[in-house]
């Protein structure tokens, strides 16, 4: 169990020191609050990104908690960084 939540923070703050993937996981966050993470793929699956970044949205928004964590732990970690 200790591996996995390390392994999470790891994966946090790889995110949290990436501004572009900061960026891109609190919007995919925000519209999984919403609920309209589902739309917003769909129509990122349609679109004229390559393909590897249209795989990757993908990948994230099928894992919503994990966007919410990253979420709450980029929150509560702002101060810090």
């Known amino acids: 169990m200790g591996g996995l939540w390390l392994r999470d923070i790891e994966s946090f703050e790889r995110v949290s020191q990436d501004a572009f ?9 925000q ?5 309209r993470l589902i739309p917003f793929v769909t129509e990122v699956a349609d679109s004229d990104l390559d393909l590897e970044t249209r795989e990757a949205i993908a990948e994230l928004a099928r894992d919503e908690t994990f966007l919410l ?7 509560r970690t702002a101060v810090l960084h």
């Open 21 to 29: 993937a900061s960026r891109l996981v609190l919007r995919l966050a």
């Open 69 to 75: 964590a990253v979420e709450e732990y980029l929150g």
């Open 31 to 35: 519209l999984s609050r919403e609920g």
